[in-house]
């Protein structure tokens, strides 16, 4: 089956970037294909590579760029949301006039249009956050 | 949901759930942005609003005493994005002591009959909204 996940929430407040880590982690083990996850809300907090949590905890965001890296996953995070958060590539930096920029690795940023593309192409959309 | 979706050449039944108010977090805005953006993609679109997502179509909305943006005059664009249906669940509106009046007025042209205004709000019991939701093919959650 072909699945789209959506992850609305940010990492450790909230265990929806947990849930949808392990289900999406579990579908692919099991042999589904993972057409693109989309981080939206403060979900795109997921997607900065600055988070140090304390070395006994597990690293949220190191955790989806390997499952990214081993499994070539689309993790997409909403350029909207992401501006409004402070989620920035090196090309939206340069063009807000910002000094650094924080995208982690196997994260790309584009817009809503690719929700709705993965609500069309999946068979099914599952959603995680509040 | 149809066989035949594999294409991807067919439309899909998109449902909004909007279920939080529309000030104090961020899910009622964002969820009308993903709406408007949605729009683009020829879809069925249907947007329902429960529990405290009725207030977000209430009328009269004043947001200067909290300095956020009051964004409620949007929800009148959405006839010219052909999203014309807005489930409003009547116990949702009972539970808060509101009633249709207190709703604003949302209406779109129907191209079908020669462009006579109708309302977009569709008041629908919690168990007729069931059957609503039975039908759709993605359900997107705010």
Same mark, same amino acid.
């Given at each position: 089956?072909k699945f ?14 947990d ?10 083990a099991?042999?589904?294909?993972i057409?693109?996850?989309f981080f ?8 900065t ?6 070395g006994?905890d597990r690293h ?18 909403c ?11 090196e090309n939206e930096?340069?063009r807000?006039g ?9 994260f790309?940023?584009?817009?809503l249009?690719?929700l709705?593309e ?13 | ?6 294409d991807g050449?067919?439309?899909k039944?998109?449902?909004y759930m909007?279920?939080?108010? !529309?000030?104090g ?5 964002e ?10 993609f020829?879809?069925d ?8 997502g ?5 009328k ?5 005493g909290i300095?956020i943006k009051?964004?409620? !005059? ?7 994005y052909d ?6 669940e009547?116990e949702?509106l009972e539970?808060?002591?509101?009633t ?13 009959d020669d462009?006579?205004?109708? !309302? ?15 039908e ?7």
């Amino acid at each position: 089956m072909k699945f789209g996940v959506v992850v609305n929430e940010g990492p450790y407040t909230h265990q929806a970037s947990d849930s949808a880590y392990q289900f999406t982690k579990e579908a692919i083990a099991q042999g589904h294909e993972i057409i693109r996850v989309f981080f939206y809300h403060d979900g795109v907090n997921n997607g900065t590579r600055l988070t140090v949590p304390p070395g006994d905890d597990r690293h949220i965001q190191n955790n989806w760029s390997e499952l990214a890296k081993e499994h070539n996953l689309d993790m997409v995070v909403c350029i909207a949301a992401a501006q409004r958060r402070g989620i920035l590539d090196e090309n939206e930096a340069k063009r807000q006039g910002k000094d650094a920029d924080n995208i982690a690795e196997g994260f790309r940023i584009s817009g809503l249009g690719q929700l709705i593309e993965a609500g069309i192409q999946a068979d099914r959309l599952v959603t995680f956050g509040d | 949901m149809s066989e035949d979706m594999e294409d991807g050449g067919d439309i899909k039944k998109f449902m909004y759930m909007n279920r939080k108010a !529309p000030y104090g977090t961020i899910y009622a805005l964002e969820a009308l942005e993903v709406v408007l953006i949605g729009a683009a993609f020829d879809q069925d679109v249907s947007l329902a609003f429960v529990d405290d997502g009725v207030f977000q179509l209430t009328k009269g909305q004043d947001t200067a005493g909290i300095g956020i943006k009051n964004f409620s !005059p949007a929800f009148k664009a959405l006839g010219d994005y052909d999203v014309t249906k807005l489930y409003v669940e009547k116990e949702s509106l009972e539970e808060r002591g509101l009633t249709a009046d207190d709703l604003m007025d949302l209406v779109y042209e129907d191209e079908d009959d020669d462009w006579a205004e109708k !309302p977009s709000i569709r008041l629908v019991s919690r168990d007729e909204l069931k059957t609503v939701l039975a039908e759709q093919d993605v359900i997107m959650s705010f």
